[in-house]
């Protein structure tokens, strides 16, 4: 066998059975949180990551790289690459990260804000921006939900650094750069990518938002000139109001959500009981509160957790979930280990892609068993919530992604003034006045997250691609089992064989452009 393919199976024989140890050891922690589980899935993460920063195998596998390598070998050789690179930097460097970023988590999640002098989390903070009518209330509200930001600027500032000096020690620019290159994001694209989403976006984000302010300011009983931040219905207007979305929640009322989502995955010709019946999906005291997807290991062993209620957001969730799944199933058997995986990208536009069937008039009507007559009456009403959506979604992407590369770029500037200039550029939210403080701080992400948040929008934008190659080849994506079919041979069967941007081009006919965005949001 040739030197780099036996370097590469190599790699693969050793960090396989690592993986799958580390996968299942947070499973098991995130089912069932004792203290034991936790523990090791500690130390099931940490010989996970001591192999990846293994300095000889990745010498043998750069060396391997660079001398001769070719095609499939080439590109899983590439790939362990970009797994291992963010770990070749010093242990100390390494090990004062870790600590810094797993600080400031444990600080977020027992940081409460305080209103009307009670401690209040975040969901009930929020409960307040939706529901109160009442702006002294949301004002104090939404100031609490930014008191996080002060206790942890510092040290965020602080892990920019770290993380810098990281990069910089395997020859980026800086930490936004090295992330983008890991994975495998074009940073010149991206840039150029934004702001097509910018100017697609930009003349209905502002219609829809003088709309959206002139119903706040009669709301309020204020002019909409003396809107602020706190008018809106989140912390950092980053979702649609609640009246912009359509409550289907009447419709699942009594329904079986698992049942509903099975039959979604039936009638578009995937295999799903496997994996539902490996997963946790009810609700349960000590288990984790959120949905997930894992691939245990690669070799079928696809499990759910998540926490399904009788709620249209619970069905979406579980289709989601459902979406990764199937797509880590139908991953060609034959592939290597580093190739039977998937990119952020591509694996987040098919869960989303499977979650929005829920939103479908198609799927109402043949799913839910919803009359035609009332799949009509929905229809536009849909279209539109899902625009904004988009819309609110996009603009707050923008600030995101701006934010993080000028925080890269420089950790010691004037952040403070730098998020409120974005946000009132890309949101059009207008600052409080003479405020200063670090509430860009105050995003979790920022910290624990960094320089991810344009996957997300790159997955909904992916996703709206799909759909349409889907609508023009199988005529359709609910009920269509060609459409299964489809998505199962040009997208999931490749696995990461090809690169995640030429995989959507092979599955959509088109590079990853904002057309499909642009037409979505003109629904408004
Ligand atoms: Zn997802």
């Known amino acids: 066998m040739a030197d780099a393919a036996r370097i590469a199976q190599e790699a693969e024989a050793l960090l396989a059975p690592l993986s799958a140890e580390a996968n299942l050891a947070w499973w098991d922690s995130q089912v069932d949180a004792t203290d034991e589980n936790g523990e090791r899935w500690a130390r099931a993460e940490l010989a996970w990551s001591d192999a990846l920063a293994d300095r000889a195998l990745y010498a043998s596998v750069e060396h391997a790289r660079r001398n001769g ?20 930097v010093p242990e100390a460097l390494r090990a004062r990260i870790v600590e810094l970023e797993a600080s400031v988590d444990v600080r977020f999640s027992r940081h409460r804000g305080v209103v009307g002098g009670v401690e209040l989390g975040d969901t009930e903070i929020k409960k307040i921006l939706r529901r109160s009518d009442d702006a002294r209330e949301r004002r104090e509200a939404w100031e609490a939900s930014k008191t996080v930001g002060a206790e942890v600027a510092d040290d965020i500032r602080k892990l920019a650094r770290l993380r810098n000096e990281a990069a910089r020690c395997v020859g980026y620019r800086d930490w936004f750069a090295l992330s983008l290159a890991t994975d495998e994001v074009d940073e010149a694209k991206l840039a150029a ?84 019946a490996r997963s946790d999906l009810y609700p349960r005291h000590g288990k984790n509160q959120h949905a997930f997807c894992v691939d245990v290991n690669r070799a079928g062993d696809v499990r759910i957790l998540a926490n399904v209620v009788e709620t249209h957001e619970s069905a979406d969730t579980l289709l989601h979930e459902l979406g990764h799944g199937v797509y880590d199933l139908g991953l060609a058997s034959d592939l290597p280990w580093t190739l039977r995986s998937t990119h952020l990208v591509a694996t987040e536009a098919a869960a989303i892609l499977c979650g929005a069937l829920a939103w479908r008039r198609d799927w109402l009507e043949r799913v839910l068993g919803l009359s035609a007559g009332e799949g009509a009456e929905l229809e536009s009403r849909l279209r539109s919530a899902r625009a904004c959506e988009l819309l609110v979604f996009t603009r707050w992407v923008l600030v995101m992604n701006a934010f993080e590369r000028a925080l890269y770029a420089d950790p010691d500037a004037d952040l403070d003034s730098l998020w409120w200039e974005l946000v009132r550029r890309y949101q059009g939210v207008t600052p409080p006045d003479g405020r200063s403080a ?42 269509r089992p060609e459409a299964g079919a489809l998505l199962h041979e040009r997208l999931f069967a490749p696995g990461e064989s090809v690169r995640w941007d030429r995989l959507v081009e092979q599955v959509s006919g088109a590079h990853l452009s904002v057309d499909s965005l642009a037409r979505a949001v003109a629904d408004v």
């Open 69 to 88: 390598a070719s095609g499939h070998v080439r590109r899983r050789l590439d790939l362990l690459h970009s797994l291992m690179l963010r770990r070749q």
């Open 193 to 276: 990518t934004l702001s097509d989403c910018d100017r697609a976006t930009s003349e209905e984000f502002g219609r829809w938002k003088a709309g959206l302010d002139e119903r706040l300011a009669a709301r309020f009983g204020c002019a909409v000139a003396e809107l602020r931040p706190w008018h809106y219905s989140d912390p950092f207007f980053q979702d649609a109001p609640p009246d912009a979305v359509v409550d289907l929640d009447p419709y699942v009322d009594g329904r079986d959500v698992v049942g509903l989502a099975r039959r979604t995955m039936e009638g578009l010709g995937l295999e799903a009981e496997g994996i539902i």
């Open 438 to 479: 670090p509430d860009w701080a105050a995003k979790i992400h920022i910290a624990v997250s960094p320089v991810y948040y344009h996957t997300y929008l790159y997955g909904s934008i992916v996703a709206l691609q799909l759909a349409a190659a889907l609508e023009a080849e199988a005529g359709g994506i609910v009920d």
